[in-house]
C-alpha cells in the first residue's frame, strides 16, 4: 500500500494545479470572480477527500479479504496501519500538490520523486547508519513494521506535517503572485 498509495496521490496532487496551465485552461479558471486562493484551496480539499476515499476503498477491501480468508489479526493494529498509511499517502499528495503550484506544465518528475521516499525507508532499514534520513522521508513514520510492533511515531508526523503545511504556504503565495504562460 505504501508505494502504490503514494504514488497514487502524488500523481493526483501533482496534476490539480499545473495541469490548468499546461492545458491553458487557467486563463479561463482566473478571468472569473474567484480568487486564486480560492482556487488553490478548493482544489486541495479535493485532493485531501480524493485521498482519503482511496484509503477507505483499500482499508474496507483489506478488511473484508482478511475476514474472508480468516486471518486473525488486532482491529488495534489494522486500525493503526490504516491510519499510518492515510497520513502518509496524504502528505504524498499534499507535497506534489505544492510543487505543482511552481510548474507551468503538468510533468511526471513530481510524481516519481516522491517514490524516492520509499527507497530511502528501505536503505534506513538496511543500514542503521543512515538514520539521519528519516527526517527526509515520510515513509518512515508509517512504515508497516514501526507501526505494528509499537505505534505511529506521532513526532515524526508533527515534523513532516510542519514541513509539508509550511510548504503549502510557500506554493499559496507563488501561486498567488504566478503569471501564466502563453
Not at 490539480?16 to 472569473?32: I, M, V
Not at 480539499?45 to 477491501?61: C, D, P, S, T
Not at 532499514?125 to 527526517?135: E, K
Not at 522521508?137 to 505505534?151: E, L, M, N
Request: hydrophobic fraction near 50%.
Amino acid at each position: 500500500m505504501g508505494l502504490g498509495g503514494g504514488l497514487f496521490a502524488a500523481t493526483s496532487g501533482a496534476v490539480l494545479l499545473s495541469k490548468e496551465e499546461g492545458r491553458r485552461t487557467a486563463e479561463n479558471l482566473f478571468s472569473h470572480p474567484i480568487s486564486r486562493v480560492k482556487i488553490f484551496i478548493q482544489k486541495m480539499l479535493a485532493l485531501v477527500a480524493l485521498v482519503v476515499l482511496f484509503n477507505v476503498i483499500i482499508g474496507v477491501i483489506s478488511f473484508i479479504v482478511a475476514v474472508m480468508v480468516g486471518f486473525p489479526f488486532p482491529s488495534d493494529q489494522f486500525l493503526q496501519y490504516h491510519l499510518a498509511q492515510l497520513l502518509l499517502t496524504l502528505q504524498c499528495g499534499l507535497i506534489c500538490y505544492a510543487f505543482s503550484a511552481f510548474m507551468s506544465k503538468d510533468t511526471m518528475s513530481c510524481r516519481y520523486r516522491c517514490s524516492t521516499g520509499f527507497f530511502m525507508n528501505t536503505f534506513i532499514n538496511i543500514n542503521q547508519a543512515s538514520d539521519v534520513l528519516m527526517y527526509i522521508t515520510p515513509y518512515y513514520y508509517a512504515d508497516s513494521s514501526r507501526v505494528i510492533d509499537g505505534a505511529i511515531s506521532w513526532d515524526f508526523v508533527k515534523h513532516h506535517y510542519g514541513l509539508t503545511i509550511l510548504l503549502l504556504l510557500v506554493s499559496l503565495l507563488y501561486f498567488t503572485k504566478k503569471d501564466l504562460k502563453n
